[in-house]
């Protein structure tokens, strides 16, 4: 969940049309689908900044889940929001603080990941590239 807040928080917070309309549909394919590699790569990697965003959600919402024990009753092979019935079983309190963590998860990464902001790598590079043919 902390991916695909990342890459909303991201979303909101890059300025280039191009990789805006990448963002969100990384957090689309995360979300929906579960598919986490092109918001990991397309974004946490190649701007680094969104990876401790990511971080710092997943930290939270696993804070959270150690913190009232809640218990996974099922092993669930993809990361999408369907992912949270691996809580149901046993008490209803622990499908409710696993969607609660996941929620947290989500919630911080985004919030995490706007307010430290995308580092403009883009630009630097082709500022690096322009001195590069003007030599």
């Avoid at 309309?21 to 092109?38: C, D, K, M, Q």
């Avoid at 609660?100 to 630097?124: D, H, L, P, Q, R």
Wanted: proline share 2%.
């Amino acid at each position: 969940m902390s991916v695909a807040g990342m890459c909303l928080g991201a979303a909101l917070r890059i300025k280039d049309k191009d990789q805006k309309a990448l963002a969100w549909s990384y957090l689309i394919a995360s979300f929906v689908g579960g598919v986490t590699e092109p918001g990991l790569y397309g974004l946490a990697i190649r701007y680094k900044r969104p990876f401790i965003g990511m971080m710092v959600g997943g930290f939270c919402g696993g804070l959270y889940a150690g913190m009232t024990a809640i218990t996974a009753y099922v092993m669930v092979p993809v990361a999408n929001f369907l992912s949270l019935t691996t809580y149901v079983g046993g008490q209803i309190n622990n499908l409710v603080n696993g969607v609660i963590s996941g929620t947290i998860a989500f919630v911080v990464a985004a919030i995490a990941t706007y307010s430290i902001g995308i580092e403009s790598k883009t630009n630097k590079q082709s500022n690096e590239q322009i001195k590069l043919v003007e030599a």
